[in-house]
């Protein structure tokens, strides 16, 4: 299973936590294990993302994103911030999804990811003084965020432009 392949991969030392043990995202996850290839050509996934999009689908990327569990009460470790996929996506057309699968249960104390309904409507800039700063740059009505909550297991889609971000891992193992 996925969780085993990512403890093989951490053992072998492909997955390395920052330093600091914030936040890491590693890039390319397909390689890293056969078991995460056969994630993402998983046919459920891939018929979700072409009945969205009515389309054949390619894939651009894949990635691991990972928040450390916290090793002592009262340890927090770093937020993502607000903002959108399609400016870290080398393309000019917006019909682009993310599918998330979750390999923890997610809930308020977890850090678990936030969306803004309706915010893929409008690319919002990611630029600040002339230079891209990873986050969205324009103010975020982050009173309408909805936080995606379940169980370990469940697969969210989102769509490339649509605004979304996650708070810390408040809570350990």
């Known amino acids: 299973n996925f969780l085993k392949a990512y403890d093989e991969c951490i053992k072998e030392g ?53 928040k ?37 249960d997610e809930d308020e104390e977890s850090g678990a990811l936030k969306m803004i309904p309706k915010s893929h409507k409008n690319p919002f800039s990611h630029i600040k003084d002339g230079e891209f700063i990873y986050k969205c740059s324009e103010n975020i009505p982050a009173e309408k965020a909805v936080t995606l909550t379940g169980k370990k297991g469940m697969v969210t889609v989102h769509h490339g432009l649509i605004l979304h971000a996650s708070a810390p891992r408040n809570k350990g193992e």
């Open 68 to 104: 450390p569990r916290l090793k002592k009460e009262g340890e927090t470790k770093e937020a993502v911030e607000w903002h959108q996929d399609f400016p870290f996506f080398p393309h000019t057309n917006f019909d682009m999804l993310a599918l998330t699968i979750h390999f923890d």
């Open 14 to 66: 492909k997955i390395k936590w920052k330093e600091d043990m914030a936040y890491e995202s590693i890039n390319d996850a397909i390689y890293l294990h056969p078991i995460f290839e056969e994630y993402v050509k998983d046919k459920r996934l891939i018929k979700i993302a072409e009945t969205l999009l009515g389309t054949e689908i390619e894939l651009q990327h894949s990635k691991i994103n990972d």
